[in-house]
């Protein structure tokens, strides 16, 4: 990116008392930058501003001199403090003038509310001079698009439900009829899990290097390791075919710990195909109280597969709602192997699900000894009545992140019994 | 903040191809600004850029001239694309020297360690000629303060962990050390829940006035409101007063929605109070699938009073584990008074807890009906044997944040059930 063509030069400015003074972080400039990359687009320059119309107009116009084009989101509001179409128009040179048709549009949207048409919703029917409206499908703030020396301005309100479907619909058809010769770019994504770090970095390294195309990135997560993949060419059939040249490789040297190229969430990714295949489920849950759980019924409809939840934080729920024999834990302790097993074995026994998974750990903070540190946990998985055990030993990085660590591991690890899994039932399951 | 002193006015600069291309938010800016304006500094604005070397000294030269101070996050790692070092010294003019003590501590560090100095380390080393050097002790990445055009410049590393310590401890004192009549500022927070939009809104109006001192602001979040306050005085007892004048009318009155005014996480302020109290509670989840449970288990040590959570997803499991008798589906549905008090019953006498807690309505998408639309939820609460329900219809913003509600609504309707429970358990309480 050292040699940038001005007009594929994008600059992303956030405007709002409520993102300078820090209360609010300006997550659209993100969003948005992604979905210029997307597009063969080079985000170079965010820039936040609070509701100040000098300080706006004086960044449009700087802006102006290197980037093709800026995207301005917020301030498109009915109040004083909004002022980014008073500041576009100072920096265009134009006057503000009223869109009979958007303050009708305006009229009759409150008249269906109900709620009075109070006069200082004018102001969002005012625009500048020679610009064109983007219509706001889920909102009162129409924005606008304007020249403003040789740049291409956006204006764009602030919520980002609002600001989502006009970007796709009207800012980047827009922005790519500005450039006849805009090449294509084609991204793929490879979302994996348990990987050692080593293995990834030894096989990739070639692959990141920052000029290389396709582009290799590698971003982590809860455990996850996410690989992201960007080709570009002059045309889009070149485009994929350089991309999937490199996704066959990845494909093959990584796809043991591959758990979806499509969704980045493991918690996701187990629901849908534990919902694809019919496949019952119960977690049983102890140093991550109920997160396991909460991530997995975040998936509409999951409550056709998952019936049960424990929590089980102490012995005694261990030993009454799991049947968890109380001598486990004196002989070998809560974190082990023994009770994770027998955890899993009365979670699925309970439920008459065919699978189950037990966590048992320390979470921190505290808690951790020599022989049982902080993020040591145990995990056990029944599987059509066949239960294993599995340790891991996650980097103590906080009693959330460990958290984290194990949920994800749990999902991990009945995605892979679920892949052993036999289609239908076997004879005799327990299915209550 | 229309008419802002320069020496009050610092800009905050994030570096980075990671955040300018949207794969990570820029979160340091926020929170320094945050910082700032608790010491009485006005954050005018953020700028984000890539690892871009001359786009660095560009926008620092630019700064200058108009705040009085700059502080830049990240770009001191030991790559060549760290380049915030070498931009610096552009800026400044400035040779950039290595600094032998140092090199000297980060070999030291790379020996304790285990593992080999790399000649690139070095570049750690090296400062700006006149630069004070600030230490990380959280990294290898030192920081540094330097003047260019009159500004004072601060660089710190980019992790906020390391970030964090360094703003506290380095930059906040010296930029306060250059402003001897800094203002003092004061501030105070209330959490609220529960509480009608439109009663805030009609007694805090006057308050919230722009120029108001005072200043009242208010944000909402997951169904909680919270209350800021800032006061500024030329003495610190002078903007005591000012803040206590105003929170005492705050307390008057919203002290009925008031659960916090330090901690803004209702899980956190039940789970504290809860073990201060010593009182047992149990879950009884359905729509929130384990978000009550995982939210309350964040608190460390709650294992003390929190020994089961269930989760009861299916009609079939909220009859096996919580007794629902199978009749008040039929008659009244899943989503009803008769359901939430009886998985309350259940989950109290199944687990001997004092306090018990059950939530169950449709948190969508899809299932909704005329009748029961999506975001009807009804929660049960036993206390010390006593059950009653609550019913909320909360506006479908979305499956994720009907269950938040949900969950922040079991948490608050607990407190309230706590503080009318006397201190001692009740003779013949169940408990296990």
């Known amino acids: 990116m050292s040699t940038p063509r001005r007009d594929l030069c994008v600059a992303l400015v956030g405007t709002g008392d409520e993102l300078v003074e820090g209360r609010h972080v300006d997550t659209n400039s993100s969003e948005i930058a992604r979905a210029l990359i997307d597009a063969g687009f080079e985000p170079r320059r965010f820039t936040v501003l609070g509701d100040d119309e000098d300080a706006l ?3 449009l116009l700087e802006l102006a001199a290197s980037h093709g084009a800026i995207i301005v989101t917020g301030g498109l509001g009915p109040t004083l403090d909004d002022v980014t179409r008073h500041a576009a128009a100072r920096a265009a040179g134009a006057e503000l003038v009223r869109d009979e048709a958007v303050l009708q549009g305006l009229r009759e949207l409150f008249a269906r509310r109900g709620r009075p048409f109070a006069e200082a919703n004018v102001r969002q029917a005012l625009f500048p001079r020679g610009a064109d409206v983007l219509p706001n499908p889920n909102g009162t703030a129409a924005g606008f698009a304007l020249e403003i020396a040789g740049a291409r301005v956006f204006a764009l309100p602030g919520p980002p439900r609002e600001m989502r479907p006009m970007l796709a619909e009207h800012v980047l058809p827009r922005l790519r009829a500005r450039v006849p010769d805009l090449p294509c770019i084609e991204r793929r994504a490879f979302h994996l899990y348990g990987i050692p770090e080593s293995a990834l970095a030894d096989a ?12 290799v990135g590698v971003t982590a997560s809860g455990g996850r390791l996410s690989v992201s993949l960007r080709a570009e060419a002059p045309t889009r059939a070149a485009a994929i075919a350089l991309a999937e040249a490199r996704a066959a490789e990845i494909r093959e040297r990584f796809g043991a710990w591959l758990f979806s190229e499509d969704e980045p969430d493991l918690a996701r990714v187990l629901g849908r195909t534990l919902l694809a295949r ?6 049983a849950e102890s140093c991550t109280g109920g997160l396991a759980a ?3 019924t975040r998936v509409p409809g999951i409550s056709a597969v998952l019936e049960y939840g424990f929590v089980t934080y102490a012995n005694r729920a261990k030993t009454d709602l799991l049947g968890v024999d109380p001598a486990l834990f004196a002989a070998h302790g809560a974190v082990s192997a023994p009770v994770a097993a027998a955890m899993a074995r009365g ?7 065919r699978l189950a998974v037990s966590i048992t750990g320390v979470a921190g903070p505290g808690g951790g000894t020599a022989e049982k ?3 040591l946990v145990w995990f056990g998985i029944s599987a059509d009545g066949v239960v294993t055990t599995e340790e891991r030993r996650f980097l103590d990085l906080g009693r959330d992140l460990v958290r984290e660590f194990a949920a994800n591991t749990a999902y991990d690890l009945l995605l892979r019994a679920l892949r052993g899994l036999s289609e239908a039932a076997p004879r005799g399951a327990a299915r209550g």
């Open 204 to 215: 990739a390294g070639a692959w990141m290097a920052r000029d290389a195309n396709p582009l």
């Open 347 to 353: 979670a699925a026994a309970r439920s008459g699900a």
């Open 373 to 375: 540190p902080v993020g």
């Open 278 to 283: 019919g496949v019952t489920v119960a977690l």
């Open 57 to 59: 107009v004086h960044t």
């Open 294 to 296: 909460e991530r997995l």
